[in-house]
């Protein structure tokens, strides 16, 4: 049976065809990037107020790549999330500096092998300058992710 060609019944492809959706070449649009920033912004706020039932905390600091990636998007190459109520750093080395502020809308991204910062752990130094330029007094974190002396060389 021959199918008849109509505006409502158009041909068939005899092929594979060219997407030209909302994505292309792997990059969200700004209007997706804004709606997961505010997921993943709405996700931070939970864990936030979620820790601060036992004690009130200003921030909190997440080291575990499942937990990161949870609440801002990355990936690969965080070390470490800290975050606010409005406000959010991830921490990475310079070769991920470009992919991560794709993958994590709404947060700020910071390098942590630059110059003037130490030997390892060099992500702790820079997560208290943050603490530091944030006015965090009390800090929140996993404690099956991050030891006392870690905590201790943050303070």
Request: contains cysteine; charged residues 35%; hydrophobic residues 30%.
């Amino acid at each position: 049976m021959r199918r008849k060609r109509t505006k409502s019944n158009p041909p068939r492809s005899s092929g594979p065809t060219r997407s030209t959706g909302r994505r292309a070449a792997g990059r969200r649009s700004g209007a997706g990037r804004d709606s997961l920033s505010l997921r993943y912004a709405a996700r931070r706020r939970a864990v936030l107020r979620a820790a601060s039932r036992q004690t009130p905390i200003d921030a909190f600091l997440a080291t575990d790549g499942a937990d990161i990636r949870y609440l801002c998007g990355a990936t690969e190459g965080s070390e470490s999330l800290l975050f606010g109520d409005d406000w959010s750093v991830v921490m990475t080395r310079r070769m991920y500096k470009d992919d991560l502020p794709e993958q994590c809308p709404g947060s700020e991204v910071v390098l942590t092998d630059r110059e003037g910062l130490s030997k390892p752990p060099k992500d702790d130094q820079e997560i208290a300058a943050q603490l530091r330029k944030h006015r965090v007094r009390k800090l929140g974190f996993d404690e099956a992710a991050v030891s006392l002396s870690r905590y201790r060389r943050l303070s």
